[in-house]
């Protein structure tokens, strides 16, 4: 009898593991078709300057939106473009698909772009971001570059060689998601990086753990000591808000802030040039 069960649970696991490799396969395809058929769009989420209470930065995050399936999550399909390739065309559309839109935005609005392990590890990668801010006339200086920590995962002459050739175009570089990986202390010790964005798990500890919070309070002071813009991800209340102005960060994005949004830049936050926090539960409300 056990044996039996037994047997059923693993053929189960087994048929589990098969539908969900089945679906891996489709959905790859699927992603082979996206961009010619259309089906991706950039959504822009704002960075809220503290200080000033301004937005003067948004972050475009990649949707796809399929027929069938609906809206994928990037989660779920960036690591798809990744073991096919098909992020090094995506990317690149990416690339310039925000910096052609931010063209249109006010001149003091820049756009933060998310660039994949795989793109870092083209040498073509600095070509391609120079070219996309050519074909769009964007100033480089309103264009940031984010690199997660797993894109550095090994201190390399290429990661330094690009990173250096991305900064001497004049971009800014951003160290995305920091304290989810292992290398960022020594990357910092590396490389200028212009932004440090610490990763929303951190952020959603404030006001319940003492110990996340005073993580928080240190990767601040790094950040500022080394005259980097100090950005905390997933704010989603009025509460954390306020603690990490009280503490010294420069800038905030998350829900409570505004959801990714597919208008180029919500320019109802902006009167006469300033922004105003948002009040209402528009900002808050579902993605569009
Ligand atoms: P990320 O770069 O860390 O982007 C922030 C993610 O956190 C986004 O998820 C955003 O929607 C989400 N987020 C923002 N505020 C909040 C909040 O208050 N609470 C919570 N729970 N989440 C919040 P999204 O759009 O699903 O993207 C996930 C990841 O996919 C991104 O993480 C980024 O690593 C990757 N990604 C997105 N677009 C691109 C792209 O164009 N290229 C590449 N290579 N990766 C991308
Ligand atoms: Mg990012
Ligand atoms: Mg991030
Ligand atoms: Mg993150």
């Known amino acids: 009898r056990a044996k039996a069960d037994g047997g059923g649970t693993v053929r189960l696991f087994e048929d589990g593991m098969l539908e969900r490799i089945r679906v891996r396969q489709f ?6 078709g996206a961009l010619e058929r259309e089906e991706l769009h950039l959504a822009y989420q704002p960075l809220l300057d503290l200080r000033s209470g301004t937005v003067r930065a948004v972050e475009a995050l990649l949707r796809w939106d399929h027929p069938t399936k609906g809206s994928v999550s990037p989660a779920e399909f960036i690591p798809l473009a990744e073991e096919t390739g098909l992020i090094v065309p995506i990317g ?10 931010a063209t249109e935005w006010p001149e003091d609005v820049s756009v933060a772009v998310n660039v994949s392990a795989v793109q870092f590890r083209c040498n073509s990668l600095p070509l391609k971001v120079a070219a996309a801010l050519a074909r769009s006339g964007l100033a480089p200086a309103r264009l940031e570059l984010e690199i997660t920590e797993s894109v550095l995962l090994h201190e390399s002459e290429h990661n330094m060689r690009i990173l250096h050739a991305l900064k001497g175009l004049g971009v800014r570089i951003a160290l995305d998601d920091f304290g989810t990986g292992f290398s960022s202390l020594s990357y910092l010790r590396l490389f200028p990086f212009d932004k440090l964005k610490l990763d929303r798990c951190f952020v959603s500890d404030i006001g319940r753990s003492s110990q996340s919070e005073a993580i928080i309070r240190a990767a601040g002071e790094m950040g500022r000591a080394l005259s980097m813009v100090t950005t905390a991800e997933g704010v989603e209340t009025a509460d954390q808000l306020a603690w990490l102005k009280a503490n010294g960060w420069s800038q905030a994005q998350g829900y409570f802030v505004g959801r990714p949004s597919r208008l180029p830049f919500d320019l109802a936050y902006r009167k006469g040039g300033q922004t105003e926090l948002p009040s209402g539960s528009d900002a808050r409300g579902k993605e569009q």
Request: proline share 0%; hydrophobic share 40%; glycine share 6%.
């Open 27 to 32: 959905m790859k395809q699927e992603l082979g």
């Open 92 to 101: 690149d559309w990416v690339l310039q698909t925000a910096c052609r839109q």
